[in-house]
Nanobody
């Protein structure tokens, strides 16, 4: 059974940082592309960053220079380091694993940026 479990979310002040983690089980992690999405209240889910099985990364323009995606294949884990947080970064953050037509989602972790 495939499971993706996110953690690391929370309440943080503007300008603060968090490190989100997503640990996968039930898949051959190293061959999957991994991605982080987010969904704010009343808005559609949007891609934040992704990383290929080979380590190539892409970022949404809104987070470039502030967020960093990385992966540790030995730990079956993908990370999202989020720095210089803004109130508009408030959302539920989801990780996604993709290989060919196979795609799996985690349950999400809430990030709230507020003073």
């Amino acid at each position: 059974q495939v499971q993706l479990v996110e953690s690391g979310g929370g309440l943080v002040q503007p300008g603060g940082s968090l490190r989100l983690s997503c640990t996968a089980s039930g898949i051959l992690f190293r061959i999957y592309a991994m991605a982080w999405y987010r969904q704010a209240p009343g808005k559609e889910r949007e891609l934040v960053a992704d990383i290929s099985s080979g380590g190539s990364t892409n970022y949404a323009d809104s987070v470039k220079g502030r967020f960093t995606i990385s992966r540790d294949n030995a730990k079956n884990t993908v990370y999202l380091q989020v720095n210089s947080l803004k109130p508009e970064d408030t959302a539920v953050y989801y990780c996604k694993a993709v290989w060919g037509v196979s795609a799996y989602w985690g349950q999400g972790t809430q990030v709230t940026v507020s003073s």
